[in-house]
């Protein structure tokens, strides 16, 4: 069973930037696509960005060109670097390890991030 554990948030002035980590254990990591959601106040949790097991990434449009996500399978660790950050982008972040098509239902405790105007 995977479990996952999210670090690196905090608050940051609108425009700064932040690099959030994920390490997850319980699977054989390599073999897993990853990806990042984020979760505002008062809202449903939604997608972020997405890394496959072979490095292809994709993104959400409401972050494409300010935020990269990345993988180091020997740590078993993904990372999202997010610059030029907006009030709109405060929410708690949080991974997900995908295999295959099928997103696992296993959550870590998430990491806040909150961004001033």
């Known amino acids: 069973q995977v479990q996952l554990v999210e670090s690196g948030g905090g608050l940051v002035q609108s425009g700064g930037s932040l690099r959030l980590s994920c390490t997850a254990s319980?699977?054989?990591?390599?073999?897993?696509?990853m990806g990042w959601f984020r979760q505002a106040p008062g809202k449903e949790r939604q997608f972020v960005a997405r890394?496959?097991?072979?490095?292809?990434?994709n993104y959400a449009d409401s972050v494409k060109g300010r935020f990269t996500i990345s993988r180091d399978d020997a740590k078993k660790t993904v990372y999202l670097q997010m610059n030029n950050l907006k009030p709109d982008d405060t929410a708690v972040y949080y991974c997900?390890?995908?295999?295959?098509?099928?997103?696992?239902?296993?959550w870590g405790q998430g990491t806040q991030v909150t961004v001033s105007s």
């Open positions: 997900r390890a995908q295999y295959g098509n099928a997103w696992s239902n296993n």
């Open positions: 319980g699977i054989i990591f390599r073999n897993y696509n």
């Open positions: 890394i496959l097991s072979s490095g292809y990434k």
